[in-house]
């Protein structure tokens, strides 16, 4: 499957944007879908992530009320809706893919990632 990540860019601080991670190459309704982010220097780290049956959400503490995942398996797109944006935020986001009807925060339990989006958030 490849993966399209989009809709990042510079934003101040208590301000939105809508990530968009746009799916090919297989069938992504049976996939579940997840957000990660790294800022300079750091880990890549669990953001968001939903399952592909029934829609389970899952969410990172340090995003949880202020993010939400979607998605829309009519346009095989992931969705990552980003509010009250801090500053810490910024980071390069990757959409990732994996075939298991299953949560999990960790990098190696991703088959399949996105290029990456930079999101700036400035204070």
């Known amino acids: 499957v490849q993966l399209q990540a989009s809709g990042g860019g510079l934003v101040q601080a208590g301000g939105s944007l809508r990530l968009s991670c746009a799916a090919s190459g297989r069938t992504f309704s049976s996939d579940s879908m997840g957000w990660f982010r790294q800022a300079p220097g750091k880990e890549r780290e669990f953001v968001a992530a939903?399952?592909?049956?029934?829609?389970?959400?899952y969410y990172s503490d340090s995003v949880k009320g202020r993010f939400t995942i979607s998605r829309d398996n009519a346009k095989n797109t992931v969705y990552l809706q980003m509010n009250s944006l801090k500053p810490e935020d910024t980071a390069v986001y990757y959409c990732?893919?994996?075939?298991?009807?299953?949560?999990?925060?960790?990098?190696?339990?991703?088959?399949?990632w996105g290029q990456g989006t930079q999101v700036t958030v400035s204070s």
């Open positions: 990732a893919a994996h075939s298991g009807n299953y949560y999990t925060p960790y990098v190696g339990g991703y088959e399949y």
């Open positions: 939903i399952t592909w049956s029934v829609g389970m959400t």
